[in-house]
C-alpha cells in the first residue's frame, strides 16, 4: 500500500519551489504543526503518524472561554471540496482557539496545494470530530484545560 508507506515516512527531501506533490504535502503538515492537533496519539508518541489517525481530528477538546473545541478532521474538508475550494478555505479560514489560523497567511498557495494532495492520498475520511461545545455546557469528552489571560474577542 503505497499511500501507507508514505505516511510513515519523514520526508527530509529538497523540493523544488512551488512544487506540488503528496511528499511536500507531508512535509509541509509536520512543520505546520497540523498533526500536533489534527492527528490523535501524534503528540504522545514524539511524532509517529498513525495512518489510520492522520489529521482525522480529536475527540480531546480544549476548554476556555470559547466554550470546547475539538482538531477537526481534516480529511473530510478534503473529501468535499476541490483542490480550489480548499485552497481557498485555508486562506480565508478563521476559527476558535487553539487553532492557529492566522499562521496560515504565511503558507504559500503551493503548500495549500500540495496539502491537499497529502489530505487526499490519506484515504477513507472517516468520522467528524465532536462538535464545538458551548462555554456553558460540560464537555463529556476528556479536555485540556486553557486559562488565556486575554482573549480579544469571541
Ligand atoms: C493547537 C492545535 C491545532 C493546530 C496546531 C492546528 N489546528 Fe487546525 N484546528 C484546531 C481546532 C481545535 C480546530 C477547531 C476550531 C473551531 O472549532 O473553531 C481546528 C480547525 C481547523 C480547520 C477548520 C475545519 C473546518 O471544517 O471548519 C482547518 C481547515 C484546520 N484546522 C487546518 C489546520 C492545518 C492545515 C493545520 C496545520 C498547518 C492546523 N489546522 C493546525 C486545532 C489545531
Redesign the pocket.
Known amino acids: 500500500m503505497e499511500g501507507r508507506m508514505r505516511v510513515l515516512t519523514m520526508p527530509n527531501a529538497a523540493f523544488a519551489q512551488g512544487e506540488v506533490s503528496v511528499e511536500r504535502g507531508l512535509q509541509?503538515?509536520i512543520i505546520?504543526?497540523?498533526?500536533?492537533?489534527?492527528t490523535e496519539g501524534y503528540s504522545e508518541t514524539e511524532g509517529k503518524i498513525d495512518p489510520e489517525k492522520a489529521l482525522m481530528?480529536?475527540s480531546v477538546?480544549?476548554r476556555g472561554p470559547?466554550g470546547t473545541?475539538?482538531?477537526?478532521?481534516?480529511r473530510?474538508?478534503a473529501a468535499v471540496m476541490s483542490e480550489r475550494g480548499?485552497v481557498g478555505?485555508?486562506k480565508r479560514?478563521r476559527?476558535?482557539?487553539?487553532?492557529?489560523?492566522y499562521?496560515?497567511r504565511a503558507?504559500e498557495e503551493s503548500d495549500?496545494q500540495s496539502?491537499n494532495q497529502y489530505i487526499r492520498s490519506l484515504g477513507k475520511p472517516g468520522k467528524p470530530?465532536p462538535?464545538?461545545i458551548h462555554p456553558d455546557k460540560e464537555p463529556t469528552t476528556p479536555y485540556v484545560q486553557l486559562v488565556p489571560p486575554q482573549m480579544p474577542n469571541n
Do not use: E, K, Q
Open positions: 509541509v503538515s505546520g504543526g497540523c498533526h500536533d492537533c489534527h481530528g480529536s477538546g480544549w470559547w473545541t475539538y482538531a477537526t478532521n481534516l473530510r474538508d480548499f478555505m485555508l479560514i476559527t476558535f482557539p487553539p487553532m492557529p489560523w499562521n496560515l503558507m495549500m496539502l470530530a462538535s464545538r
